[in-house]
T-cell receptor, first 114, second 110 residues
Framework: GAGVSQSPSNKVTEKGKDVELRCDPISGHTALYWYRQSLGQGLEFLIY????????KSGLPSDRFSAERTGGSVSTLTIQRTQQEDSAVYLCASSRDRVGNTIYFGEGSWLTVV | TQLLEQSPQFLSIQEGENLTVYCNSSSVFSSLQWYRQEPGEGPVLLVT?????EVKKLKRLTFQFGDARKDSSLHITAAQPGDTGLYLCAAASGTYKYIFGTGTRLKVLA
């Protein structure tokens, strides 16, 4: 597709369950970002992938969060043993390889932990 | 931790009024971007500024990057209901990582 695609768009899960969120970036974009946005708030950086370099995981809030990017394209964000405070919109974005280039966002995955 | 503070946090104005949104930090950034986000969508880039003191105009929106590259402002002239949304500033931290501001939620009443 032409834009960043995320799935699922909405996910309701029970506390303690694991969830996987998927991001399909724009073709040819080597940089991929995950951000978290709580209701009406700004964006919290989670993790950054650039090509084949080691990802910057400095924003992951706990070891329950992990992400991988296979083949330099699709990325999966996994949250284990979900907690209610994990409820948020998880936004994926991609860009070409350097700062200053436009970051294109997906529509996000809205996660609700009950 | 580098922070971008935006003010005001909320703003509700009448159509036709002018407004300014501020984005401030104690850190120096190589570039700064402004985004607008509408409900149910991801943020969309409005502008990128890279030079201290730079001013860019996008129709009724005027963006300025501070001389010291620590702050920025967004001025909207004659606001329209279509300007309603969440405005976010974002700055490059290091070579690639963008951090985002706390956001300004704007509502323009017809």
């Amino acid at each position: 597709g032409a834009g960043v695609s995320q799935s699922p768009s909405n996910k309701v899960t029970e506390k303690g369950k694991d969830v996987e969120l998927r991001c399909d970036p724009i073709s040819g974009h080597t940089a991929l970002y995950w951000y978290r946005q709580s209701l009406g708030q700004g964006l919290e950086f989670l993790i950054y992938f650039q090509g084949n370099s080691a990802p910057d995981k400095s924003g992951l809030p706990s070891d329950r969060f992990s992400a991988e990017r296979t083949g330099g394209s699709v990325s999966t964000l996994t949250i284990q043993r979900t907690q209610q405070e994990d409820s948020a919109v998880y936004l994926c974005a991609s860009s070409r390889d350097r700062v200053g280039n436009t970051i294109y966002f997906g529509e996000g995955s809205w996660l609700t932990v009950v | 931790t580098q922070l971008l503070e935006q003010s005001p946090q909320f703003l509700s104005i009448q159509e036709g009024e002018n407004l300014t949104v501020y984005c401030n930090s104690s850190s120096v950034f190589s570039s700064l971007q402004w985004y607008r986000q509408e409900p149910g969508e991801g943020p969309v880039l409005l502008v990128t500024v890279v030079t201290g003191g730079e001013v860019k105009k996008l129709k009724r929106l005027t963006f300025q990057f501070g001389d010291a590259r620590k702050d920025s402002s967004l001025h909207i002239t004659a606001a329209q209901p279509g300007d309603t949304g969440l405005y976010l500033c974002a700055a490059a931290s290091g070579t690639y990582k963008y951090i985002f501001g706390t956001g300004t939620r704007l509502k323009v009443l017809a």
